[in-house]
C-alpha cells in the first residue's frame, strides 16, 4: 500500500501526520503552499475540488475530510487503537471528532481570514471578536470532558491528535487561553509525544523552505 499526505504548515493535515506516525504507517509528504496557492493548482484541483488539505493519496485513489481519514487509519492500521474497541465509544470519539471539524475549527478560521467572512471595510476586528466568543464556547465544552482525564478516552486516540491541533491553532492568534486549563495541560502532554515533535519539525523545515522560497 502507498499513502501520500499532501499537507501545509499550520492547517488540520496535521492531524493525519500525527496519526500516520501514531499508527507506524510509511507515506510520504507532499508540501503544499497555500500561501501561494498551490492549493489551486490544476493538479492538486484533480485530488480535491474542495481546495483543501489535508488529502491521504490510498494506491492513487485521494480520501479527504480528517473525520474520514482518521477512520479509515483506524481500520487499516487496528494495533494502533486510534479510537477506542467499544463500539458505542467508537461513536463518541467520531461525534467528538466531527465537533473539532464541524464546531471549533470554523470558529478558528476568521481568525486567520476575517475578509472571507465579512467583505465591509474595517469589519475584521468585529468579525475575529463573535468567532472567538464562539471559539471559547466550543472550548469550554472541551475543557469540562478533559476534567480529571489524561486522554478524551482510556487511552491516547486521533481525537487527541485532532483537538490538538484545534488548540494549537488558537495559540497562534495569541488569544488569552488561561481560562482553559484542562486543554493547556492536554496541549503540553500532546506536544510531548513523538509523533507531534516529528510533525512540528517538519512543519518549521517546510515554513522555512517556504520562506525562502517567497
Known amino acids: 500500500m502507498k499513502l501520500t499526505l ?51 493519496i490510498i494506491d492513487g485513489e485521494p480520501l479527504t475530510e480528517n473525520v474520514a481519514i482518521q477512520i479509515w487509519i483506524h481500520r487499516h ?14 461513536i463518541k470519539a467520531i461525534s467528538l471528532m466531527a465537533f473539532c471539524g464541524s464546531g471549533i475549527h470554523p470558529h478558528l478560521t476568521p481568525n486567520a481570514r476575517p475578509q472571507n467572512y465579512c467583505d465591509l471595510p474595517g469589519s475584521e476586528e468585529s468579525v475575529k471578536r463573535v468567532a472567538n466568543k464562539l471559539l471559547f464556547e466550543d472550548l469550554k465544552v472541551v475543557d469540562d ?23 494549537m491553532r488558537a ?36 515554513q522555512e523552505e517556504f520562506a525562502k522560497a517567497a
Not at 508540501?31 to 493548482?41: E, L
Not at 492500521?77 to 467508537?90: I, M, N, T, V
Not at 496541549?187 to 515533535?197: A, C, F, L, N, T
Open 77 to 90: 492500521f487496528p494495533a494502533a487503537k486510534l479510537l477506542p474497541a467499544d463500539p458505542q465509544e467508537e
Open 145 to 167: 470532558l478533559l476534567a480529571g482525564r489524561e486522554w478524551f478516552f482510556p487511552h491516547f486516540t486521533a481525537c487527541d491528535a485532532y483537538f490538538y491541533w484545534c488548540f
Open 171 to 206: 495559540t497562534t492568534f495569541k488569544l488569552d487561553l488561561a481560562a482553559f486549563g484542562n486543554c493547556q495541560a492536554h496541549y503540553e502532554r500532546m506536544k510531548r509525544r513523538p509523533s507531534v515533535q516529528k510533525v512540528l519539525a517538519h512543519e518549521k523545515k517546510v
Open 6 to 56: 499532501y499537507y501545509a504548515p499550520l492547517t488540520c493535515a496535521t492531524v493525519p501526520y500525527i496519526t500516520l506516525t501514531e499508527a507506524g504507517a510509511e507515506f510520504e509528504v507532499r508540501n503544499v503552499n497555500t500561501r501561494k496557492g498551490g492549493n489551486r493548482t490544476p493538479e492538486f484541483l484533480a485530488l480535491n475540488p474542495k481546495h483543501k488539505v489535508p488529502v491521504l
